[in-house]
């Protein structure tokens, strides 16, 4: 642990602290961290998920740099501005402002960005290695393709001159991939931001266990066009229109069963 941060499990509940809203964002933000390590797209203490904090017009929750994803809960995450600026003075924890750079450029462009979600999974990044990205090869990779963006690599996201070009890439669309480097999805709601990075995280696992088991793409049967074209559609009727919403409420019982922690 960084030398300055202490145990999440020693930091007392700051939910008196806070409006209502906040802590809901907080537990909801917290949720989706400890899912993601769940589910094993961590990346140890690296790549952030981000979540605007409601009734602000430029306030931000980010993870305390240092800890892993597990650790962290409601009360441990850092409230900053759009300039990766600490604005919790009482929280001890450090946060990494270069990696904000992204999600700043994001939240600030899109006022849907509630969410910016980033993984570098090793079955993402492989993807984003392959010439032809996400392949319509999976019911999973047909939701994606409805609403994805590409950007290609510039090095580690550390420099503020990237951001024009990243925001004009990702346009409005709900999936970014990032070339060489990763995944990104953008929500309204943590909930469908997780949603968008589970079916995203699938569809790139499937693609590299298909191209590994066919020998390449020329031996893989893609999605007709049609179908493609009618996925949005297909989405609404599946999730009822209510997309993350859907899914968050058990997804939440899951981690409670296991370690309801978070929620401190």
């Known amino acids: 642990m960084l030398r300055g941060t202490m145990n999440p499990a020693d930091f ?3 939910q008196r602290k806070v409006s209502p809203a906040e802590w809901q964002t907080r537990v909801d933000l917290a949720a989706c961290y400890r899912l993601v390590a769940a589910y094993g797209w961590a990346d140890l203490v690296f790549t952030h998920i981000t979540a605007k904090l409601p009734d602000t017009d430029h306030h931000f929750l980010i993870n305390p740099y240092g800890l892993m994803f597990d650790e962290i809960n409601a ?3 850092v409230k900053i501005d759009i300039n990766g600026n600490k604005l919790d003075t009482d929280n001890p924890f450090p946060i990494n402002p270069a990696g904000f750079v992204i ?6 462009a899109r006022a849907d960005a509630k969410c910016v ?10 993807v984003s290695a392959q010439k032809n990205g996400v392949l319509p090869i999976s019911q999973q990779s047909m939701f994606i393709l409805a609403s994805l963006a590409y950007h290609d690599y510039e090095g580690v996201a550390l420099d503020d001159d990237e951001k024009p070009r990243l925001v004009a890439d990702l346009g409005n669309q709900a999936f970014l991939m990032l070339r060489n480097h990763g995944l990104l999805t953008v929500a309204s709601t943590i909930a469908d931001a997780f949603l968008e990075m589970y079916l995203f995280e699938a569809a790139c696992t499937i693609q590299v266990r298909a191209m590994a088991g066919s020998q390449g793409a020329d031996n893989l049967i893609m999605i007709n066009q ?4 009618g996925a949005q559609a297909q989405i609404m009727q599946g999730t009822h229109g209510l997309g993350g919403a859907l899914a968050w409420p058990a997804l939440l019982r899951k981690l409670d ?5 978070y929620r401190n």
Do not use: E, F, Y
Request: glycine share 4%.
């Open 12 to 14: 007392p509940s700051i």
């Open 75 to 77: 009360s441990s995450l």
């Open 103 to 108: 999600h700043s450029a994001i939240h600030a």
């Open 117 to 126: 979600l980033h993984t570098h999974s090793l079955n993402g990044v492989a």
């Open 226 to 229: 049609t179908v493609l074209d």
């Open 257 to 261: 069963r296991s370690d309801s922690s």
